[in-house]
């Protein structure tokens, strides 16, 4: 008994700019058997990569720029491309199409003004979403949805995450409809498991204070025999610094630039596509981080305030609060903290302007206080660990 042997798929072309890339992605398939890879060049500009996709038998083509500035993976993503380029322009049939939930999903988000974390986060929910559901969008029931659910609720999840990941999931099902890969949404009274919500906390001006202390303080540790003294991380104590008297977003400080301040006119600007509603935030800045700006700032080589990119802090955070004795506390909370204080101090409107917010009603349309009067009020509040 002889076995047939499997045609083997020619790999796509490629002319150009990708000879050191791995050997695993020579061997792609070639979409359709004519669409191919013809050029591959980087961006003298943005340091990206630029792929050009082209039907050997029309002579159509495309051009597009990866997100990447590294050759491997701006080839994966030319592969990907090369599959929804097919598609679109009917060389793929959508119902035979393997994996086509995940290029389905990522062609939904590519359409989408997403942020790099939102990026990051919404892609985590469609990997999640595929690794339970079936292959192809089309073979998706209402019962895979709720296994999905209760598969996540297995694994420990919290009611809000399972909720929010199956919102994401809702939403691009709507688009899947729109785009005829499906004729009904199978979402459809799938309801995610309740949950209590956490309300936030806010501190006093003594546990801030208090807060602020033990991040400058050594902790005394005992290992053994031994004892030895440990201090937290500096950029700790500047991020809880500067959320306290900034009430910025845990993003917002961690992506702070030397460049965006003025410490003439005290303030910092907060460039509009890193703000929630997609504005310049332009705040103020207190007597007391203003000096202490000034002083760290001559000692700083970095653009970046805390001295190089963090993508979290949750872990230092956590230990300093049980040491300060707040093992209660979030990150958030310290923007809550900030925003009880403005709201005690000042009028309601003056408060929402300088945590960023958009006022929702027509009056907050026509209010455009000038900076130094902003300014003059935020240095009403006390200060944190001298006397102004």
């Known amino acids: 008994m002889t076995s047939e042997k499997t045609p083997e798929v020619p790999a796509i072309k490629l002319t150009g700019g990708v000879g050191s890339l791995p050997r695993r992605l020579w061997r792609a398939r070639t979409i359709a058997g004519r669409v191919s890879i013809q050029k591959m060049r980087r961006n003298p500009e943005t340091g990206r990569w630029r792929i050009r996709i082209r039907d050997t038998v029309t002579g159509r083509f495309e051009s597009v720029d990866t997100p990447y500035r590294d050759k491997a993976h701006a080839y994966e993503y030319a592969i990907k491309f090369a599959w929804e380029w097919a598609r679109d322009h009917g060389l793929v049939d959508r119902e035979t199409d393997h994996g086509d939930l995940l290029l389905a999903y990522e062609r939904w988000m590519r359409e989408l003004p997403l942020r790099p ?123 809880v610094l500067i959320a306290l008297h900034t009430g910025l977003r845990k993003t917002n400080v961690l992506q702070l630039r030397w460049s965006w301040m003025d410490f003439d006119e005290r303030k910092i600007i907060i460039p509009g596509r890193l703000v929630k509603n997609r504005k310049d935030l332009i705040i103020p800045m207190h007597q007391e981080l203003e000096r202490k700006f000034r002083t760290y700032h001559s000692m700083r080589a970095s653009d970046i305030v805390l001295g190089r990119k ?76 001298t006397t102004g």
Request: charged share 25%.
């Open 117 to 239: 974390k939102s990026i990051k986060e919404y892609g985590l929910a469609g990997r999640c979403a595929a690794s339970h559901l079936p292959n192809s969008v089309a073979a998706i029931t209402r019962q895979d949805v709720i296994n999905w659910i209760k598969a996540l609720e297995s694994r420990g999840l919290k009611g809000n995450t399972i909720q929010w990941r199956l919102q994401v999931f809702r939403s691009f099902l709507r688009w899947a409809q729109v785009e005829n890969y499906i004729d009904h949404d199978p979402t459809v009274l799938v309801r995610a498991p309740r949950w209590t919500p956490r309300d936030g906390r806010a501190l006093s001006y003594p546990e801030a204070q208090k807060l602020l202390a033990y991040a400058k303080r050594k902790e005394v540790i005992k290992r053994g025999n031994f004892y030895y003294k440990k201090s937290v991380a500096q950029h700790i104590y500047w991020f």
């Open 310 to 385: 963090y993508r979290d802090m949750h872990k230092g955070f956590k230990s300093l609060c049980r040491r300060a004795g707040l093992p209660d506390l979030k990150v958030h909370d310290l923007r809550h903290t900030v925003s009880t204080w403005f709201h005690m101090k000042l009028p309601w409107n003056y408060a929402e302007k300088l945590l960023g917010r958009t006022i929702p009603h027509v009056g907050g349309i026509y209010f455009h206080p000038p900076f130094w009067d902003l300014r003059d009020r935020v240095d009403t509040l006390p200060w944190l660990e």
